[in-house]
């Protein structure tokens, strides 16, 4: 596998240093006064529960529990996990069938590489270039660049609109011989779309009859973030060659203690592919998560996310903006609202919204044209200020106050 | 962790040593008291109870509380696995030093 250089990759790098550049430039210009809802950094004071596990789980340290653990994590803390998502998703699970890792970026890097690893043997003995994978869009901002840093293709396929599920035809189409994965995000982010059992069934089909069997990784690092009773259906619960994604820090709303995981469904076991995903971390030079954080996941795991301060302000930030004409994503989900850019373009619709003092996202992050990200993760205060300017962006006449 | 251990060095039966193993295992490896899947007869090592550096502690612990030096082709028998074959283990090697 060649090294991909970085001034290859400009198309992948570009949007997010764009936004970079505008944070900065904006909040010079407004003095600190810039209010922030495109990065999802929680206001919200920590949990009283998260703290006191933490507490407790500091008062409990003893001899070299604070020392290194082994690539792929301590034991202990994997046993939890796969003991947690055989709960949740009702998959037999074993302690080496998951990989520790600092967070989701590291854990969806982890599945790729090892996807691509299994697909460069497959090539090595003579079948023909594995080196596709198809990313439904819009996605998280990164998978692209991680595919093309590992000298891979990346395949983007379009969700429909204007309802934002997956287009299983349009994939199935993307996918040829040369796929070695499909990744998609349950719940999608930035759509906030969740997608529904019978279409990731459908989904499964497709993959199950193609010919390079692809690895479907599962980014779930929002599935905590489902609300009003919607039933989550994990994409690895139905197509069994799949891994899961996952960060703890979004539920716990404390994204900066970077703990996540990559798990492989049992299937793939006897191919030991989490045994090669541990070798990777190695090769790659991944660390684990903090010792001190894989000692409190136990502790962890066992407090309820309450997250409806997120789904209130969710729904308040739908309602603000549909009232003030914007064209909504459908989707109920996530910390995060998606819309169409009024007049079309992103960028310049982000560039407006910041000279007015409010920072969101331009869909060209998830690689779509044409909409922008709300993180609703601000104060009340702050996301009331930074709606009552969006609400005078909007297509609609109505005042923020009118509107109260 | 307090484990007590002077009353149990009396009893000289399989399951004492089985018990104090067991309350050792659940509260230094993290062990939940509703985990269906823990027992006496699972391998410890094979389902992730007890780590590579986890291995050293429970040793340590076995000898220390039940005054026994552990060969090692113990040590490396498949009974070794389990609390129920590491209890055998040392209810036999008190038997052979009484």
């Known amino acids: ?404 | 962790m307090t484990i007590t251990t002077d009353s149990s060095r009396d009893l000289p039966g399989r399951e004492a040593v089985a018990a104090n193993l067991e309350t050792f295992i659940r509260e230094r490896f993290q062990v939940k008291p509703d985990d269906a899947f823990f027992g006496r007869g699972v391998n410890l090592w094979e389902e992730g109870y007890v780590d590579s550096a986890g291995i050293v502690e429970v040793i340590s612990h076995l000898e220390t509380t039940w005054g026994v030096r552990i060969p090692d082709d113990a040590l490396f028998d498949p009974r070794f696995g389990t609390i129920e074959g590491m209890s055998e283990t040392i209810e036999e090697l008190r038997a052979t030093s009484a």
């Open chain 1, 1 to 404: 596998m060649a090294i991909v250089p970085l001034s290859s990759l400009d198309r992948w790098l570009g949007p997010q240093r764009e936004l970079d550049r505008l944070r900065e430039h904006h909040l010079m210009r407004s003095r600190g006064q810039l209010i922030d809802l495109a990065y999802p950094n929680p206001d919200d004071a920590l949990d009283p529960a998260i703290r006191a596990a933490l507490e407790a789980t500091l008062a409990d340290v003893e001899g070299k529990d604070l020392q290194y653990t082994p690539y792929g994590g301590a034991t202990v803390p994997r046993r939890h996990v796969a003991r947690s998502l055989a709960a949740s998703h009702g998959l037999s699970l074993r302690y080496d069938d998951v990989v520790l890792t600092p967070g989701a970026m590291s854990a969806l890097q982890v599945a790729l590489a090892t996807a691509a690893d299994s697909a460069a043997c497959d090539s090595a003995a003579g079948t023909s270039a594995v080196n596709e994978v198809v990313i439904v869009t819009p996605c998280w901002l990164d998978t692209p660049l991680y595919v093309a840093r590992l000298g891979l293709e990346p395949v983007l396929v379009p969700v429909e609109r204007p309802s934002g599920t997956l287009d299983v035809d349009a994939i199935a189409r993307a996918i040829t011989d040369r796929t070695c994965a499909v990744v998609v995000v349950q719940p999608g982010n930035p759509t906030g779309v969740l997608y529904d059992e019978a279409s990731l069934r459908s989904l499964a089909d497709v993959l199950t009859a193609a010919r390079s069997s692809p690895l479907l990784i599962s980014d779930e690092s929002h599935s905590a973030y489902v609300f009003g009773g919607a039933t989550f259906v994990s994409p690895a619960s139905v197509y069994p060659r799949s891994a899961i994604v996952y960060s703890f820090g979004k539920a716990w709303r404390m994204q900066g203690q970077r703990l996540g995981y990559v798990a492989f469904r049992p299937e793939f076991r006897d191919q030991g592919w989490a045994a090669k995903a541990v070798l990777l971390c190695r090769a790659m030079g991944y660390a684990t998560p903090t010792a001190f954080m894989q000692r409190a996941l136990a502790r962890l795991l066992e407090i309820p996310h309450d997250l409806s301060a997120i789904e209130r302000r969710r729904a308040r930030c739908v309602r603000v903006l549909a009232d003030a004409g914007y064209e909504l994503s459908s989707g109920r989900h996530t910390m995060f609202v998606y819309g169409r850019a009024p007049g079309g373009d992103a960028l310049a619709f982000v560039e407006e919204a910041a000279n007015e003092g409010v920072l969101v996202v331009p869909s060209t992050l998830f690689h779509e044209t044409g909409h922008f990200r709300v993180s609703v993760t601000a104060s009340d205060d702050l996301l009331d200020t930074g709606l009552r300017i969006l609400t005078r962006l909007g297509p609609a006449t109505t005042s923020f106050e009118e509107q109260q």
